[in-house]
């Protein structure tokens, strides 16, 4: 296959595009085009964002974070490779089936519709879609996010990397991922490659889940792949190590 060198970088839910800082430099200096677009009302600066929500936070759903990356891809001289995490490896998932990705990569990555999560998911993700709050959006404690995102980091390390990362997040995201038939995924369907990464200690998303949705695509000539990452959190992407998972996946892609 042709290697596109444009790379779109998917945040998922609470936290925004800084969280892709690192990532969007690296690969830069292996000579891509790396996009890092902020999903619908998760623009701006993250503790500023925890002061004052963005105005269009509360409207964001699952289906305009998609649809504002079919734009995105749809402007680029070649489709691009599309890396998402957590939410959005699900929306990586949509927009392989779509066929708007060279190659996809989900990282700790959500289930469509139609993969039922696991326990240890509900439990940690209920709050984020709302149901039994007055509040208008989610944002999560510092003891949420030690538990379900930074469980591997050294405690001196947890205070700073919410302050780096935690912005609020709209319920209406969650809420069309297990309740609007636009978040089902196809998976008898012939698609481009994609690769699955797990992290070993993830919270949220455990690797079970990973696998489980890796194992789940049916067409015999279409490439899935799968690595589990022992020892990491749903943090994967900014903790320490996180060179060591975009190496992988840009040797996984430049091979295929």
């Known amino acids: 296959m042709t290697k596109s060198k444009s790379i779109i970088l998917i945040h998922g839910n609470f936290v925004n595009d800084t969280s892709w ?33 963005h105005p269009d936070l509360i409207k964001t759903g699952f289906i305009d974070v998609v649809n504002n990356i079919v734009k995105l891809a749809d402007s680029l001289p070649e489709k691009p490779l599309i890396i998402g995490h957590s939410m959005a490896g699900m929306a990586t998932m949509k927009l392989l089936e779509l066929g708007k990705a060279a190659a996809a990569v989900s990282i700790d990555g959500a289930p469509p519709k139609n993969v039922f999560p696991p326990f240890t998911t ?62 089902n995924i196809d998976f008898s369907k012939a698609h481009n490659p994609i690769l699955f990464i797990g992290g070993g200690s993830d919270n949220i998303f455990p690797a079970s889940l990973t696998t489980t949705l890796a194992k789940k695509y049916k067409d015999k000539n279409s490439r899935v792949d ?23 996946i840009i040797d996984w892609y430049e091979k295929l």
Not at 33 to 52: E, I, W
Not at 144 to 168: G, H, M, Q, S
């Open 122 to 183: 509900l439990k940690s993700v209920l709050p984020a879609f709302g149901f039994f709050s007055s509040a208008k959006y989610f944002m999560g404690s510092r003891d949420w996010y030690d538990k379900c995102f930074f469980n591997t980091l050294p405690e001196r390390e947890r205070a700073d990397a919410f302050n780096t990362i935690a912005v609020p997040e709209s319920y209406k995201v969650s809420r069309e991922l297990v309740l609007n038939s636009f978040s």
């Open 21 to 53: 800082t690192k990532w969007k430099e690296h690969y830069e200096q292996k000579g891509y085009k790396v996009y890092t677009p902020a999903n619908p009302g998760h623009g701006g600066n993250p503790s500023d964002l925890r002061k004052q929500v």
């Open 226 to 248: 799968l690595k589990i990452f022992q020892g990491k959190s749903h943090f994967i992407c900014g903790e320490t190590g996180w060179e060591i998972i975009a190496d992988y």
